[in-house]
């Protein structure tokens, strides 16, 4: 696990790039599935129903048609919940096996629904779990699974929530808000659209340097110079 304060130092020292990695599209989508769920039953909401598997790839994850029909019903039915139970969403998902007939815990897509229903709730995916240095658990059994799921979102919430205590990424989400203007995005879902990025970006890094850890300020010094040398080489 990496400590949230050396987490933040990572990201600031990479605000532009990060930034540079997301999309206008990207903010515009996510808004107009918030405003699609605010005003109407996403059961019957055909066109909701395939902009949000298409943004958040659940149409990419083999998953049965089945198994989409009643995570909508799930998302819908539980628009108005002020807490959000894992086991009972989860287990009922992992009733409708996937294309290769297998029962999935699906833990990510689970965070996404709650994030479109509360916007206090984070997402996690690989990318988010990669910036904390969690990686994605393998236990067989399911309640092994998600406890292990838990504590990384418990690690994941606890980050986010410090960051915005004590404005730890004050100069990135500036950047982000200078790009994107009138972006009608809550604070929490700006951190999570820059964490995501970042994991794009730390992946690019971590594959050159051929390592998984976070990286001193000389360090990434020297990275960044390497990679500079790499792109004028490539020019040429």
Do not use: C
Not at 17 to 27: A, R, T, V
Not at 33 to 41: C, N, P, V
Not at 105 to 134: C, H, R, W
Request: charged letters at 30%; aromatic letters at 16%.
């Amino acid at each position: 696990m990496k400590n949230i304060n050396e987490i933040a130092e990572w990201i600031n020292r990479h605000s532009d790039e990060i930034i540079e990695n997301i999309e206008q599209e990207s903010i515009d989508v996510f808004n107009f599935l918030k405003t699609e769920y605010s005003k109407s039953d996403v059961t019957k909401n055909y066109l909701f129903q395939f902009v949000y598997r298409s943004f958040f790839r659940l149409d990419n994850a083999g998953l049965t048609p089945k198994f989409k029909t009643e995570y909508f019903k799930l998302l819908e039915k539980n628009r108005n919940s002020k807490q959000f139970d894992f086991d009972i969403i989860l287990e009922r998902l992992y009733n409708f096996p996937n294309r290769k007939g297998q029962n999935t815990l699906q833990f990510s897509f689970t965070t996404k629904m709650f994030n479109m229903i509360n916007n206090g709730m984070p997402i996690y995916d690989s990318e988010v779990a990669k910036m904390f240095g969690f990686s994605r658990p393998y236990n067989k059994e399911f309640e092994k699974k998600l406890d292990k799921y838990l504590d990384q979102f418990e690690t994941i919430s606890n980050g986010y929530n410090e960051i915005q205590e004590k404005g730890l990424l004050a100069e990135t989400l500036e950047l982000f808000n200078k790009k994107f203007k009138n972006n009608n995005l809550f604070e929490l879902k700006k951190i999570d659209f820059v964490f995501w990025s970042a994991g794009k970006i730390k992946k690019k890094y971590d594959k050159y340097v051929g390592d998984n850890g976070m990286h001193t300020l000389d360090e990434l010094d020297e990275i960044d110079r390497l990679l500079k040398e790499k792109r004028t080489h490539n020019k040429v």
